[in-house]
Antibody
Framework: QVTLKESGPALVKPTQTLTLTCTFSGFSLSTSAMRVSWIRQPPGKALEWLARIDWDDDKFYSTSLKTRLTISKDTSNTQVVLTMTNMDPVDTATYYCARLNYGLWYYFDYWGQGTLVTVSS | QSVLTQPPSVSAAPGQKVTISCSGS????????VSWYQQLPGTAPKLLIYDNNKRPSGIPDGFSGSKSGTSATLGITGLQTGDEADYYCGTWDSSLSVWVFGGGTKLTVL
């Protein structure tokens, strides 16, 4: 059974760095073709993809946010960490991690429940 | 501004059919496969359709997907009030090496 769960601070101040952890079970990022992404959703708005990390440590970032984002995986290959620097109130959103699977093409087959991050002084 | 274009809202009566469109370009939808996600109020998105038209286990056959050129379509038949949700299309853009989502479509079952 695949599960993912996001954790991190609920409140950060402007200019601070946000660190979020995605802890998952039912698969390992050491297994070929496993991939995990972060996606966010501001209140009342659409989904926005942020970053992806692959089993072989390949990394991909949103074009508009790549200067502020870093994605990494831990040595146990059951956690993925996202850091976002210089947080601003517009970054207030629910942040999701999701497993990116591959059939004929990529798709997100399992999602975490999400964690709401509010940026405010 | 989302890379993929969806109508902001659609509506239909219970029992009826509705379609939701998703328009992109050759670097995303045109040369790749599309997936669709349902987001019920207050919950995380859930996979509905992948590889244009495949349903994961547990997704009713009232949900269907298709693709033609640079556009994709989600169809929902036998609408129920429980289908009221936001629906998103998405795909990996092979030219930009980023994932792209549509802006989402809010389905109202009248």
């Amino acid at each position: 059974q695949v599960t993912l769960k996001e954790s991190g601070p609920a409140l950060v101040k402007p200019t601070q760095t946000l660190t979020l952890t995605c802890t998952f079970s039912g698969f390992s990022l050491s297994t070929s073709a496993m991939r995990v992404s972060w996606i966010r959703q501001p209140p009342g708005k659409a989904l926005e993809w942020l970053a992806r990390i692959d089993w072989d440590d390949d990394k991909f970032y949103s074009t508009s946010l790549k200067t502020r984002l870093t994605i990494s995986k831990d040595t146990s290959n059951t956690q993925v960490v996202l850091t976002m620097t210089n947080m601003d109130p517009v970054d207030t959103a629910t942040y999701y991690c999701a497993r990116l699977n591959y059939g004929l093409w990529y798709y997100f087959d399992y999602w975490g429940q999400g964690t709401l991050v509010t940026v405010s002084s | 501004q989302s890379v993929l274009t969806q109508p902001p809202s659609v509506s239909a009566a219970p029992g009826q059919k509705v379609t939701i469109s998703c328009s992109g370009s050759s670097s995303n939808i045109g040369n790749n496969y599309v997936s669709w996600y349902q987001q019920l109020p207050g919950t995380a998105p859930k996979l509905l359709i992948y590889d244009n038209n495949k349903r994961p286990s547990g997704i009713p056959d009232g949900f269907s997907g298709s693709k033609s050129g640079t556009s994709a379509t989600l169809g929902i038949t036998g609408l129920q009030t429980g289908d009221e949700a936001d629906y998103y299309c998405g795909t990996w853009d092979s030219s930009l090496s980023v994932w792209v989502f549509g802006g989402g479509t809010k389905l109202t079952v009248l």
